[in-house]
């Protein structure tokens, strides 16, 4: 067989050796590694394999696109440990090359390697793969499209400048490639607007870079840049967007992500449009170890961005970094924008001249360098901070601030700019900040520590918000007024000058107030006080209310005056004042009796209010107390005393009372002479059932103290002798209630009547008419009548009650069913009426207390069985629905129900004494039982224990029968004699620990003389009615009238 050699390079011995045909050969583009026919023998050439080794290298050439395509292609799928591409001409690229694998080096020498064409053309290198040589141009030409790719570890492009021209061009070095320049990179089209060129740049993971290794620069005019994921993109200078017509953007994230100068300056947008985003740990740093300039704008036509987090109208971002010596601008327009979420992120780098700061994001930025930028500061979320809790940090000129303005520095700092907007002003350090600008931010004040001074008249903006939870509010020599004072500590220094609280809503403010200054609540608001104020200026109170949060909070330095309409609240806790002078409302109540206001100068009323939280009992009740205190404590004027029953049950006082008011080491309130100083509101406060009234002096008539008393003192007789004596004070209520149950029984006693008061009597047989009969049982009748009574009931008990009054209605029945002797049916029927009331009350014997507004509503059911010799028995059961409204002579109406059950028998039997005149004993025996419910009133609960009780009537009827041409006539006359049994009513007053039961008796008798008539109109037909008055005779319960009446009509079916 013959065999065919070619010769290749034996690495080991340095020389070419001959290889068999039939091994794959690596081709280049010309004769790199040309092929020989070989006419040795077999032996010399397994010889020279023996001595040398297998193959490793195989070398390559190009000179135009077309073989660098071959070339690369062998190259790639050499088995050899490494090929070698040389290329021998300038090559311009106009398609899409084979990538470079691992192990290829393509050597360009000092040719240059242009990439472009109008559709796209590309160089890619893979990792462990090397394009080196001169300069790499990619879309040179305009319309030209061209890319670089150095993809993976160990892909490299090491030239000695990149340059992109007039095309588009697109360079992305990821995975640790790297493009390594001997010189220069520049990109984006030179000349910017002149040729149009765009250049976008992607550097992205760790090792992966594109740098000038010697003393150039990285110059980008148009396009984008994206580092990210720990990329590096620096040179010895740096210049972005930097001619007229450039537009640049830059986004550089990620921990370990870089792009910045290395040993010069940094420029930014200098008549050209550059935005550089840092975000998520990514830096941009200027110079050797960032102690260079990074220059923005710096001509007319100049725009420079630099975004920290996020650009503008992005959700904030995770922050990054920026190391410069410094930061300036000399024209322009230049702006930082700090977008980030970051809580607490430092830039100390300084920033001078033309720039403008933006606090965009949501996090907080703290400036610590010495900025004297003169583009302005605003505000628009988040926190900018001036310091970080040293020395250092600090702007000029004017912020408009909408979200918060922090400033945080140890030692003292003072700002002279205009703050302005709708955002809050914070005092972080423990250092002194003096304001002296005119500001006008709304947001609010808040101290947290150190010291906010007011150095001019409108550092403190008025009718805002201040907070102080710790450190100082100092107002220096200015007034202020805030539409809300608040906070959990700290002080206000009012120095000499007064604070104004004039706020609409609610606050609390625990911290203190100091100096000589006074202090005024206005507004509709409360403000609430539970620090330790010492101030000594006059504390008034024109609207709203002054609460006490804590005890001895007020200034016991401070005169207090109360306008007309405001409230000095002490909410329970005790206090002490110089002075007050009241025309609104002072009030100690809280949840709890015992409260004291402590007042060591004049007391003077203006009408005012003072409000007392009493437990009304007896004389060792807890009390709330004014105590005025020493020879200065003077009351005058007029004060009312508004007591608030809290918790008491009410009870006989004994002794002087309860105090309210005590005058010690030398006060005096007019209890010893005109007794005018106070008067308790309403003229009686009540408490289960007692009413207690307000009283100077002691019940000696001796000393400056008032009481609340449950008694008076009855004047004895004159001539009688002895001195008063001291009798309960029961309030309004006792003898409303007290006599509601005989009312009740009364007007059921009226609605029940008697047979021939509900239906009337009957009519004779007509004689000749074809029509029902009209006397005997054997009909149905329907009837009703309209009832006007009149009733005066006086009872002995505990208040001795007396009621007046007239209740009207009606009453409407029929037969279910009637015989010869038996009929049975139902009726229903309704009274109402006011009762005037009398009793004793307010320590007073039969004093008009009120009425008591009556509704009743009536079912009953009734028998009646008669024989014909006329006796008869009628049986009736009634119930009733009860509703009333007890309203006292000035006091507060209440309302109740209840029920009540009678049952009644009568019989009755008629003798002839004349020709058409009959006389009728009738004898009627009635129990009922009327039941209440509880009932509430203020301070008091009520509940009826109501006695049952029997009455027994008996009585005497003489009747006549006239014919008329009108009809049947039967006029009549009654004498009656009622009798009920005695016994107690039992209204029981309870509180919240006890009771007071009121007792009234029942039972008596009373005489009735009555007339009246029946008149049968027709067959059917008959009107009756009756005149009558009731009188008492004897007992614990006497009733009497005046004229009743009632009249009604019956129908028979």
């Given at each position: 067989m013959n065999l065919c050699y070619r010769t290749v390079w034996n690495l080991a011995l340095g020389a070419h050796v001959a290889a068999a045909e039939n091994v794959p050969a690596k081709r280049g583009g010309k004769a790199s590694g040309s092929r020989r026919t070989a006419t040795a023998s077999a032996t010399l050439a397994l010889a020279a394999l023996a001595a040398g080794g297998v193959a490793q290298a195989a070398t390559f050439t190009a000179a135009s696109e077309a073989e660098l395509i071959t070339a690369i292609n062998d190259a790639n799928a050499s088995p050899d440990l490494s090929s070698t591409i040389t290329v021998t001409k300038a090559i311009t690229v106009t398609t899409t090359l084979p990538q470079i694998k691992a192990n290829v080096t393509v050597n360009t020498g000092t040719f240059a390697t242009t990439i472009g064409s109008a559709t796209g053309a590309s160089l890619d290198v893979q990792a462990g793969a090397t394009y080196q040589g001169s300069a790499i141009q990619v879309g040179a030409a305009a319309n030209t499209i061209g890319s670089v790719v150095a993809q993976g570890s160990g892909a490299t492009l090491s030239v000695t400048n990149l340059n992109t021209g007039a095309g588009s061009a697109t360079i992305n070095v990821t995975?640790?490639?790297?493009?390594?320049?001997?010189?220069?990179?520049?990109?984006?089209?030179?000349?910017?607007?002149?040729?149009?060129?765009?250049?976008?740049?992607?550097?992205?993971?760790?090792?992966?870079?594109?740098?000038?290794?010697?003393?150039?620069?990285?110059?980008?005019?148009?396009?984008?840049?994206?580092?990210?994921?720990?990329?590096?993109?620096?040179?010895?200078?740096?210049?972005?967007?930097?001619?007229?017509?450039?537009?640049?953007?830059?986004?550089?994230?990620?921990?370990?992500?870089?792009?910045?100068?290395?040993?010069?300056?940094?420029?930014?947008?200098?008549?050209?449009?550059?935005?550089?985003?840092?975000?998520?740990?990514?830096?941009?740093?200027?110079?050797?170890?960032?102690?260079?300039?990074?220059?923005?704008?710096?001509?007319?036509?100049?725009?420079?961005?630099?975004?920290?987090?996020?650009?503008?109208?992005?959700?904030?971002?995770?922050?990054?970094?920026?190391?410069?010596?410094?930061?300036?601008?000399?024209?322009?327009?230049?702006?930082?924008?700090?977008?980030?979420?970051?809580?607490?992120?430092?830039?100390?780098?300084?920033?001078?001249?033309?720039?403008?700061?933006?606090?965009?994001?949501?996090?907080?930025?703290?400036?610590?360098?010495?900025?004297?930028?003169?583009?302005?500061?605003?505000?628009t979320a988040g926190t900018l901070q001036l310091g970080n809790g040293g020395t250092t940090g600090s702007i000029a000129g004017n912020v408009v601030n909408n979200a918060t303005l922090a400033i945080n520095h140890s030692n003292a700092f003072g700002f002279a700019g205009a703050i302005s907007g709708g955002g809050v002003l914070q005092q972080l350090g423990a250092g002194t900040t003096t304001l002296t600008g005119t500001n006008t931010y709304t947001g609010g004040t808040v101290v947290q520590a150190g010291r906010l001074l007011a150095g001019s008249a409108g550092a403190f903006v008025q009718n805002t918000a201040y907070t102080v939870n710790g450190g100082t509010l100092d107002l220096g020599t200015w007034d202020l007024t805030a539409s809300s004072l608040s906070g959990t500590g700290g002080t206000v220094a009012l120095n000499a000058r007064t604070l104004t609280v004039d706020q609409a809503g609610d606050s609390t403010y625990a911290g203190a107030i100091t100096g000589t200054g006074g202090v005024v609540k206005s507004g509709a608001g409360v403000l609430t006080l539970s620090g330790t104020n010492s101030y000594s200026g006059t504390t008034s109170v024109t609207q709203g209310t002054l609460r006490a949060g804590a005890v001895n909070t007020f200034s016991s330095k401070s005169a207090t005056v109360v306008g007309n309409g405001a409230t000095l609240d002490l909410a329970g806790r005790s206090q002490t004042l110089a002075s007050v002078n009241n025309s609104g409302t002072v009030s100690l109540a809280g949840t709890t009796p015992g409260t004291t206001l402590t007042v060591t100068g004049a007391w003077v009323g203006n009408g005012g209010t003072l409000r007392l939280g009493t437990a009304l009992g007896d004389s060792s009740s807890a009390s709330d107390k004014l105590v005025l205190s020493g020879a200065t404590a003077i009351a005058s004027g007029t004060t009312n005393v508004q007591?608030?029953?809290?918790?008491?049950?009410?009870?006989?006082?004994?002794?002087?009372?309860?105090?309210?008011?005590?005058?010690?080491?030398?006060?005096?309130?007019?209890?010893?002479?005109?007794?005018?100083?106070?008067?308790?509101?309403?003229?009686?406060?009540?408490?289960?059932?007692?009413?207690?009234?307000?009283?100077?002096?002691?019940?000696?008539?001796a000393g400056e103290n008032w009481y609340l008393r449950s008694t008076v003192t009855a004047v004895p007789p004159v001539n009688a002798g002895g001195s008063g004596v001291v009798v309960p004070a029961y309030r309004a209520e006792v003898p409303l209630y007290a006599v509601l149950p005989e009312q009740f029984r009364q007007a059921n006693l009226s609605m029940l009547g008697s047979l021939h008061i509900r239906m009337g009597d009957s009519g004779r047989p007509a004689t000749n008419d074809a029509g029902p009969a009209i006397s005997g049982q054997s009909y149905r009748q329907a009837w009703g009548r309209v009832i006007s009574t009149d009733r005066t009931t006086s009872q002995t008990g505990t208040v001795s009650p007396t009621s007046e009054g007239r209740l009207t209605g009606f009453q409407a029945g029929t037969d279910l069913w009637a015989d010869a002797h038996w009929r049975a049916g139902v009726y229903v029927g309704q009274l109402d009426g006011d009762m005037r009331v009398n009793g004793f009350a307010s320590g007073l014997l039969n004093l008009g207390v009120g009425t008591n507004d009556l509704k009743n509503q009536y079912f009953g059911v009734y028998g009646t069985w008669k024989n014909d010799g006329g006796l008869y028995v009628d049986g009736v059961l009634q119930g009733g629905r009860h509703r009333y409204t007890a309203s006292p002579t000035l006091g507060l109406a209440s309302s109740g129900k209840g029920s009540s059950l009678l049952a009644s028998i009568e019989v009755g039997q008629p003798f002839g004494i004349a020709a058409g005149w009959t006389i009728e004993p009738q004898l009627q025996l009635v129990h009922q039982r009327v039941s209440l419910d509880d009932t509430g009133i203020v301070g008091a609960l009520i509940r009826q224990d109501s006695h049952d009780g029997w009455l027994v009537r008996a009585g005497v009827r003489v009747k006549g029968e006239i014919d008329t041409s009108a009809g049947l006539l039967q006029p009549y006359a009654r004498l009656n004699l009622y009798y009920s049994g005695g016994g107690t009513d039992v209204a029981r007053f309870t509180g919240p620990a006890g009771f007071a039961d009121i007792a009234t008796r029942t039972g008596g008798s009373s005489g009735e003389l009555a007339v009246g008539a029946s008149w049968q109109l027709s067959r059917s037909t008959s009107l009756y009615g009756e005149l009558g008055q009731l009188w008492d005779m004897s007992g614990d319960a006497r009733n009497s009238s005046g004229v009743n009446a009632s009249v009604g009509v019956k129908v028979l079916w």
């Open positions: 995975g640790g490639g790297t493009i390594s320049l001997g010189t220069n990179a520049n990109l984006g089209g030179g000349n910017g607007a002149a040729n149009g060129g765009v250049t976008d740049v992607v550097v992205s993971g760790t090792g992966s870079s594109l740098r000038s290794v010697g003393a150039g620069g990285y110059y980008h005019h148009a396009g984008t840049l994206e580092v990210s994921a720990g990329g590096f993109v620096g040179a010895n200078t740096v210049q972005v967007g930097f001619r007229a017509g450039d537009v640049f953007t830059a986004t550089v994230t990620g921990a370990g992500s870089v792009f910045g100068s290395i040993n010069n300056n940094l420029s930014m947008g200098g008549s050209g449009t550059a935005t550089v985003t840092v975000a998520d740990g990514a830096k941009l740093t200027s110079g050797t170890n960032g102690t260079n300039t990074l220059f923005m704008a710096s001509s007319a036509t100049g725009v420079a961005t630099l975004n920290i987090g996020a650009p503008v109208g992005s959700a904030p971002a995770a922050p990054g970094f920026v190391t410069a010596g410094k930061i300036t601008s000399s024209a322009g327009q230049s702006t930082i924008n700090f977008n980030h979420n970051a809580s607490n992120y430092e830039f100390a780098v300084p920033i001078e001249e033309f720039v403008a700061v933006n606090q965009i994001g949501s996090g907080t930025t703290a400036l610590t360098g010495a900025n004297t930028y003169s583009g302005g500061t605003t505000i007591v608030t029953n809290l918790g008491g049950l009410g009870a006989l006082t004994t002794g002087n009372g309860i105090e309210v008011i005590s005058a010690i080491n030398g006060a005096t309130t007019t209890a010893q002479t005109t007794k005018n100083a106070f008067a308790l509101a309403g003229g009686h406060v009540d408490a289960g059932a007692y009413e207690y009234r307000l009283y100077a002096a002691d019940a000696n008539g």
